[in-house]
């Protein structure tokens, strides 16, 4: 293995990225089979993470810790929808990137009614984000040191990383998931999906776990019949998959 772009779609495993000619495994995976992963024999070590609450998501934080220095070259990509904060401050802690980047992408936080979910919104994101990564990948294969750009940062960046941000995440919740019975297929996704293992299937509905939710919004997202609401606010919402919308809006 070369390097390891983590985060990636589940289809999307185990694949050569074109740019960079390196194996993805998604992080969510690596986490669950620890095994598949072995990082610490690869020449290149990627991190490719959304930005949760100007910080690590949780899963990637546990991924990131304890992980040991040594490949010859290694390389952070944040994606977020606007502003990173001071994320690779936080990264950087737990692992010392030689390069770092970030990617604005769509905002796939949609349980609040104020985003921004339009197609013509995401449509002019992706294709911004599609320039950019050409420019990101040209950058890791000629091995460059590049610090996190200012762009993306956000104003007030410390303060958000370390206050705002643990204060939001400590305060998310499950308890306004709930399933549509009769649109639910049982398919199981929901709980094969969930980073935390917070939803269990009793009579093939999930059950969510009240344990730790990050908000991820993979359990919603990813339900194939749109069987899963948050509260009233998602009824009738479009959902956000990267892959879906390359397919749709392209
Ligand atoms: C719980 C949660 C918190 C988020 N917090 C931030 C944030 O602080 N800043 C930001 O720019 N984007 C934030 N986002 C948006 C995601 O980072 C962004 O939509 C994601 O990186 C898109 O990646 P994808 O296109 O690969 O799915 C958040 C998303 C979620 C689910
Ligand atoms: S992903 Fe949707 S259809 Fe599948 S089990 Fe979960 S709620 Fe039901
Ligand atoms: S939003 Fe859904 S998938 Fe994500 S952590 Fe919470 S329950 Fe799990």
Redesign the pocket.
Known sequence: MRSMPA?VPREHSNNETKATQDRAISIVEAVKRPAKLQTEAAEVFGLV???????L?LPVRNFLKNRKKAAGYSFAV????????DVFKEAAALYSFDSCYA???????FLYPWEDTSDVHRRQLITA?QAEIKTIAQRIRMRASDPPPER?R?PGAAL?TNLI?PV??AT?SDRKFFVEKAKCISCGLCAENCPLHDIRLTDGKPVWQHRKC????ACIANCPVQAIEYGRQTAGKPR???EKDLKRLF
């Open positions: 985060s993470f959304p930005v949760f609450a100007w910080r998501p944040a994606t977020c929808e606007g502003e990173y904060g990617l604005a992408m769509a905002n796939n936080y984000a993306l956000g958000k941000g939001f995440m998310r990050v908000h991820c919004c956000y998959i990267l």
